[in-house]
């Protein structure tokens, strides 16, 4: 089969595999129908992601028909439409048990790296390195999927490919971090970053309730596209304007009530702070970049919620702990609890509540992924969502 | 500290077999000071020479396990990096290791899944084979370097059911071995695991047959072993991802558009 295999930085081939096979007799083997590029493989493609290794498959956003299951999954069927969710989970341990799917302690087969550098691992992740389980993604033509029976998700005939495809990872991201703002009356949230996920945070965000929601980018196209889509928006460029300044003067002076991390370790950004983590991040000093990180936890209210969908992986430097400490902050962040939101979002797609093909830019094949990775990362301003198709 | 002790050369540093730092850190101090130092000497300004510096020395730490400024403050991280494990490798070449892990199911469950000894092969990968010959008694083989076996008798010393199981390997084995496992009830998680296990190689050729069953790391061999028992009873399955697809495999090659 043909899979988007990585190469090492900023070098992704189109490479003939052998087919996947059965190893479990909990996995199922889909055929790919849609799948796409996640902003977070761009910190694969940059070369951020430690333990990537050469011929590795990426991929953790896909969809598809089933073809082939092992002996104990009893859901499925052959011929079966559906969504895989990118944390992979077993429903057996104490984590998954307690709704924390991302957090499943059998699903990551070599958790000893993540162990070191965290204490404790999480989830396997599909096509996200060898400390995240090592598992091939599903950029490619076909894809194995471990504990079958638990996480993909039946897609009924009525609903397109691209009406779903998100519900592999960046709509319930975006969701999660509203969810995780625990929203109530007359809140204002603001959302650093418009990519995919932050639109899918601005939307959930009103969903959930919010009042007022504030977006911050300096990426015109996107700035557009989340006025477009969501009529109530407020923009901040924050190219053209002090954010601080402007979210308070937004808010009464209060500040907003929760702020969102949509943008997360490759933080872009023009003040003295995001030049300095530059150059750390280049001497290997500090591995994330974390500006908007720093300037959402100086703009947040009192007593208010930092939510954090955006991806961090290593060491933070001058993180503004004396900010977060004096104002009694929460924070909340980590991978997607997916299976979780899956089937209620999947009834919020089916009900009208929200189309999420309004995030894809470009429509290519899967064999012009490598052209695809390159121009996702060099021109953001045109090149948003990229759906792939085999 | 002594004076003396300060002002070691270069030569005594690299020979000293005194380590002060653990591996984990060693790895990161080696790795990461390395890298400090290749891009320290492409730069050639003065801050390319103070980073090379202090890469170097970073480096040099890494490599050797030994860090002068710990030294100085009389700290050691050699133990403190093994989180729930003790483990020993005393004078006399005793492996002792003790573990624990908890597993979301119920200790009746767990105690009479490992008091068939004949299953502990599924999930402890050192093991061959192990065969029941009696009630008390069985048979141990486990593998050894260069495809040989290593085997001996074992018997249960100890049993109360759901609770806790001991076993010794029987007299006059070549490597004399013991093993304690106990279940302890949780009241909302599942069940807490205990395990201690003891070798003692004999001097020689066989026991430095033992020292490399086990490799550098035995505390790490057993958390991996506990933990393929936790996902064996848990999702009932112990995750594969050796066979599966990549750029790597020997029939790969880049396609032709």
Same mark, same amino acid.
């Given at each position: 089969m043909k899979a988007v295999c990585w190469y090492g930085k900023h070098d992704v081939r189109i490479m003939d595999v052998p087919d996947p096979e059965?190893? #479990? &007799?909990r996995d199922a083997i889909i055929k790919i129908t849609t799948t796409a590029i996640c902003g977070s493989d761009l910190h694969l493609y940059n070369g951020y992601i430690p333990t990537m290794e050469e011929g590795d498959i990426l991929g953790h956003e896909f969809m598809g028909e089933v073809v082939e299951v092992g002996? +104990?999954?009893?859901?499925l069927q052959k011929g079966d439409r559906v969504v895989v969710p990118f944390t992979i989970a077993c429903g057996n341990c104490f984590f998954c048990q307690r709704d924390?799917?991302?957090?499943? +302690? #059998?699903?990551? &087969?070599?958790p000893g790296t993540v162990e070191t550098l965290y204490g404790y691992a999480g989830s396997g992740l599909f096509g996200y390195s060898h400390m995240m389980g090592g598992f091939a993604g599903g950029q490619a033509e076909y894809v194995r999927v471990p504990f079958a029976d638990v996480g993909p998700l039946k897609i009924p005939d009525s609903l397109a490919d691209e009406q779903v495809l998100f519900l592999s990872d960046i709509f319930p991201t975006g969701y999660m971090a509203a969810e995780n703002c625990d929203i109530r009356a007359g809140d204002t949230v603001a959302v650093w970053g418009c990519g995919p996920v932050g639109q899918f945070a601005i939307k959930s965000a009103f969903m959930l309730g919010a009042e007022k929601v504030i977006a911050i980018d300096h990426i015109p196209a996107r700035l557009k596209e989340a006025e477009r889509e969501n009529e109530n928006l407020t923009t901040i460029n924050f190219d053209d304007v002090e954010v601080y300044s402007k979210l308070k003067d937004l808010t009464g002076g209060r500040g907003p009530d929760s702020c969102i991390d949509a943008v997360g370790l490759e933080s872009h950004g023009t003040s003295p702070d995001a030049i300095l983590d530059r150059v750390k991040a280049a001497v290997y000093?500090?591995?994330?970049?974390p500006h908007a990180l720093r300037q959402a936890i100086f703009c947040c209210r009192k007593g208010g919620t930092v939510s954090i969908p955006g991806v961090y992986g290593g060491f933070l430097d001058k993180f503004p702990m004396g900010a977060a400490f004096g104002k009694g902050l929460t924070f909340k962040m980590g991978q997607t609890n997916m299976h979780k939101y899956m089937p209620k979002l999947l009834a919020a797609i089916e009900e009208g509540k929200i189309d999420p093909t309004f995030v894809i830019s470009h429509r290519l094949k899967l064999s012009e992924a490598p052209m695809a990775y390159d121009k996702f990362n060099t021109d953001k301003d045109v090149w948003r969502k990229i759906v792939l198709k085999p | 500290m002594k004076n003396s002790e300060k002002e070691k050369s270069l030569t005594d540093i690299l020979t000293n077999m005194n380590t002060n730092i653990g591996d984990n850190e060693r790895l990161v101090s080696a790795f990461g000071g390395s890298l400090l130092l290749a891009y320290g000497l492409k730069r050639s300004d003065a801050l390319g020479i103070a980073l090379a510096v202090l890469g170097g020395g970073l480096a040099l730490r890494g490599a050797t396990g030994h860090c002068q400024v710990y030294d100085a403050m009389g700290? +050691?991280?050699?133990?403190?990096?093994?989180?729930?494990a003790t483990y020993s490798k005393g004078g006399s070449g005793k492996i002792h290791v003790k573990k624990s892990i908890t597993i979301n199911k119920p200790t009746s469950e767990l105690y009479s899944f490992w008091r #068939?000894?004949? #299953?502990?092969p599924q999930f402890m990968n050192h093991l061959e084979s192990v065969k029941n010959i009696d009630d008390k008694r069985s048979h141990w083989v486990a593998k050894a370097p260069l495809g040989t076996t290593v085997e001996w008798d074992a018997e249960i010393t100890s049993e109360h059911e759901n609770e806790r199981i001991g076993w010794k390997s029987t007299e006059g084995s070549e490597i004399p071995n013991s093993g304690v496992v106990e279940f302890l009830p949780t009241s909302t998680r599942g069940t807490e695991l205990k395990v201690t296990l003891t070798y003692e190689p004999p001097a020689g050729y066989l026991g430095s047959l033992v020292a490399k069953l086990f490799g550098e790391e035995p505390s790490q061999q057993v958390e991996e072993d506990l933990r393929r028992f936790k996902s064996l009873m848990e999702a009932g399955m112990i995750m594969k991802v050796e066979g599966q697809p990549s750029g790597r495999a020997p029939q790969a090659k880049e396609a032709t558009a």
């Open positions: 059965i190893l #479990n &007799p002996k +104990d999954v009893k859901n924390l799917w991302s957090a499943c +302690d #059998n699903s990551n &087969p070599t000093l500090a591995t994330d970049r | 700290v +050691d991280t050699r133990n403190s990096e093994d989180g729930n #068939n000894f004949e #299953n502990l």
